[in-house]
């Protein structure tokens, strides 16, 4: 497949004639061929009159229909082969293994989808009987959800695949019945076409209605505003940095319809070694952490960003330890230009904060936007009083936390700000301890785990990738896993609806055979 | 139980010291015994505090604790016996017979949610088991929903018990466990203090902690405010004026942790009469249609203030028989002064549009707050090219519109704004222009109702009373019915977490009996 610069628009490919943009490779600091042209204000807004226009039809596909549409992008992903391996490593200067590993990762997550899809659960599908004999009578009322419209999807830099244009946010808005607009990251420019061809052709394959897809271009901001300005736009899935994600919840909260925005924002993804742990396991717990932190140049929402010890000995072993796995970590090369800037700045910034402590660097800095790694170590009381050690450095930068006792460890947990995980490293004889971090830790994260470290999101029913603000913009919801699909969905309540005029899923027969709450009751069919 | 003019802080009934308010007889336009002490900030921040510090306690309790808590609270509001009933007419003018009424659907909902908190469905437990064999290894995931934390309530003028202290948002908070802070509706001082001490004295009965409930006391706009930018407050449940609701929303999202505001706030409840329904039925639809729009001197959140029908005999016979109908109603005494001069204010104003014909007023207007209906009509041009026909007038008014074909029908349809429902009326030989109206509806209202009346709302498990905006600030829940506790609740996974560490929920033996989703199944234990 031969990348042309394009956009998609409805059912065809469209070249925006209102500027160019070019690809840029971060290893070799050179500009892609070819130029993309960027969408006029009429290219917007026809994309999202079309989806718009698709709603209705596309809400109204059987889920068996829906469900096959998504497995047939997998599929297409998959037919485009090696180029878009080749371009997306270009694009992001990220390894071939790690995108392959990432394709696999869209594809199945596309695939769960469909899954979802076939059960119908998220429908919700509830039934109230009518009582007539009752004063007053009880209208026969039936409830489902159903997409809630046109959905604006921006991609992450970090995930040119998993959470880019086929990525989570699209996968379970069209899995909701949601017509999809994408805004293409600038910074896989190349990759966005190939997998936006590929829904494309998905969607054709399947004879979805045109609109359900569109693929934007656009050089800064503006086109990010008008796009959630935009009337046909009923929700935004956002991944990226917290000033991008407020800008969005500015712009969405002003609109004469406000609309939800769901936006992945920013975590420092607190790290606690319990005693007992970090004890028994201080070099595995010191290499494991490291290479945590520096996976994919620590390029990962869930990079673990913040350590918190106990002082003493063993707490020492692992700052020495983690010191020397870091030393031996070569500097890799990042996203982008403007990722790389803000990292050497961010650390930059870190070592000029009193009471903080360089502990090690990682490997030299070489060409290009390479990155070498930064651990940096405090105490607890200088934490507290710093609210710039909380802030998110994207890359491979974490600080170690020195805790004086419990309640200072404790401390630190009630103070940090909302995060998309937190863990534990706790043996049994840390029981106590982690059962008094567990509540404030629940209220502070989407993701508790112990004796792991937080990067790797697993693709499932039960994972939550999202958490209290400022992790996201709606702590309700997840933007990975199956019930990511209920940020696209509302109820509607049908009373006295005759039966020809139902939908299928609310019938008296259960043709599609879901699961349903009856009179309150939650009911499976053999 | 004597009213004393308290606020309840905690544990405790307390006499606000910043001023002071009295109730008000909207019949008789005299102010009320005794007057009540209003909250100082220092009041304010202890309710928020005493919630913020109940949290993790009252969420702590077992499910079934929490079901006798809201089963108590019911149980001690009817043993306040008549007095409730008589002070919450003499504030709000509404008669016995509907109060108490109004009463027994408040007992019924806190026992609604008594039994869905023992169900234990809305913690949607899921579990992934681990696959450690998998390359890479599945680690163990287990999800469940936990409260958001302290919920800010905002009681409605037009339901001083089921919308109130006690009503739909405090049940469903509570419910999820979520500590509440009620701010009273001036209108109905006393009521809320009788209820107040009501759920005060269930909270003691049955060992809930301090600050699971507090009854906070104010005038005017600040205290509302400053109960939602209180950094404890998590969530906000209000009901009333869009102006209102657009306020709070706004002082919500400027908070440095925004929080979400379920709004429920004004809605037109567009209701389509089909040809065959209206020749078949002129004279029952014009009194039903009438005797809905009066109900309550037409203070519901339901009621009809928008019809819409094809010009022709059937329609005129209609217009005739609902002025008949209405100039039979005689004028009924309205919650508030303000409400009442709100009222008489857009009816003259309505009067001034050009295109709008008056067709009938109700009974003459009396002494008080009592409240003349009216009926305009127009055709749907005029109400298409005229913005100011859409707005919500509180009280018993109307407008019939003339379409002059199925084509203006639906445009009407597409026009209106959100709404909380949409009715049609139609037999069989109406079905297919039935069946094109329903898509947009669907779009347009969180309930839709056939051959009915959108006045009453049932409280079960298939209710929706919400829908897009402008009718509330987030279509995505409801306010009342069993789902309503979806509101307060997110999600948190628990990866690889000792299994004694773990919430009861999500253990593999299932103490609880949950129907649990495990690995992709939803699974229903006998």
Known sequence: MHIQGDMIIGRQAVRGSAGALRAYNPATHAE????????????????CR????????????????????????AEQILAIGPVLIERASAESGLPTARLEGERMRT????????????????????????????????PDLRMRKIPLGAVAVFGASNFPLAFSVAGGDTASALAAGCPVVVKAHNAHLGTSELVGKAILAAAIECGMPEGVFSLLIGEGN?????????????????????????ALMRIANARKEPVPVYAEMSSINPFFLLPGALAANTQKLASGFVDSLTLGVGQFCTNPGLVIGLEGEAFNAFCVAAAEALQAKTAGTMLTAGIHKAYVDAVERRAGIEGVQLLARGGEQGAGCAAQAALYQCDAATFLANPALEEEIFGPASILVRCRDEAEMLAVAQHVEGQLTATIHATASDRALAGKLLPTLERKAGRILFNGFPTGVEVSHAMVHGGPFPATSD????????????RFLRPVCYQDVPSELL????RDDNPLGLARVVDGELTITA
């Open 50 to 73: 079309l989806a718009e226009q698709a709603l209705d039809a596309y809400r109204a596909v059987p889920l068996e229909q829906r469900a096959r549409f998504l497995e047939t992008i």
């Open 222 to 246: 503006q086109i990010g505003a008008d796009l959630v300005s935009h009337p046909a736009i009923k929700a935004v899935g956002f991944t990226g940095s917290r000033s991008g994600g407020l």
């Open 475 to 486: 702590s309700r919801t997840t933007s990975v896993g199956a019930t990511a699909i209920e």
């Open 32 to 47: 892609m061929e070819p130029a993309f042209g960027t969408a006029t204000e009429a290219d917007l807004d026809r994309a």
């Open 503 to 506: 939908p299928e899923e609310l």
């Open 107 to 138: 594809v199945n997550q596309l695939r769960l989808f469909a899954k979802v899809v076939r059960d119908g659960h998220f429908l919700e599908a509830t039934l109230d009987s009518a009582l007539p004999q009752r004063t007053p009578p009880r």
